[in-house]
């Protein structure tokens, strides 16, 4: 696809947990440096509880500061005029205005290129991903490789004390004991609602959850 320098545009990179998405940012981000691009980097996090910089890092222990967002709102308050490229890593924890601040951004052409997980640990669409990616000019899943069997991962495999997890809990788990792994769709286990017991907290969320659950 032949973008014209000045394009405003959303890139999303897409996958499962493990499958290089930040590595991706990252090399996106970086050669937008390398042109001279005015870039601003952000992380969304999950709570507040630590303010200060964020690093973008990939495994081989490189980095690019990013600044830690909360909300679509932050966003919107902290992109500067000039600014060239947003990157946004995790954006499928921000809430759903992030598709209108995105789409905002573009539409005064900015390059916009978001990462973040695309299903949550039941293989359900995840936040504002789906919207981002039906928006998004140009969307790439990546795959990651399939602890069980070694085909290509698409799916977010939660463990609580190595057993699958009931899709009951929320998705969300701040400070939880689970565990990730990368599978494959054959591979990756959801068990019925309810028929493991687990100490998971299943109010709030879950509870909201179990009841749309009923119509699907
Ligand atoms: P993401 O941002 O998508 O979570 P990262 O960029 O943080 O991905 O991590 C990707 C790296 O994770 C890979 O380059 C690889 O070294 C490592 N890795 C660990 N487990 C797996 C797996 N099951 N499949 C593929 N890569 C894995
Ligand atoms: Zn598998």
């Not at 990546?142 to 070694?150: D, P, Q, Y």
């Not at 977010?156 to 689970?178: K, Y």
Request: hydrophobic letters at 35%.
């Amino acid at each position: 696809m032949n973008h014209g320098a000045h394009d405003g545009r959303v890139e999303v990179i897409s996958g499962v947990m493990f499958s290089g998405k930040s590595e991706e940012l990252l090399r996106r981000l970086r050669r937008a440096l390398i042109a001279r691009k005015r870039v601003q980097v952000f992380k969304s996090r999950l709570d507040d509880r630590y303010a200060g910089a964020s690093r973008l890092s990939s495994h081989d222990g490189s980095g690019i500061d990013a600044r830690p967002i909360t909300s679509s709102r932050d966003l919107r308050r902290l992109v500067n005029p000039e600014t060239d490229v947003v990157g946004i890593d995790e954006v499928q924890f921000l809430d759903d205005g992030i598709v209108q601040v995105v789409e905002w951004l573009a539409d005064r052409r900015v390059r916009v290129i978001v990462a973040g997980t695309d299903m949550d640990f039941r293989g359900r669409p995840f936040g504002a991903m789906g919207a981002l990616m039906a928006r998004a000019e140009v969307v790439d899943k990546l795959h990651a490789i399939c602890v069980r069997c070694g085909e290509p991962a698409t799916r977010n495999q939660r463990l609580i004390g190595g057993e699958p997890a009931p899709p009951e809990a929320p998705t969300v788990h701040v400070g939880g004991n689970e565990t990730y792994e990368a599978r494959c769709r054959r591979c990756h286990e959801v068990p019925e609602p309810g028929r493991h017991q687990t100490e998971l907290d299943i109010e709030g969320e879950a509870a909201a959850w179990a009841e749309r659950a009923r119509y699907w």
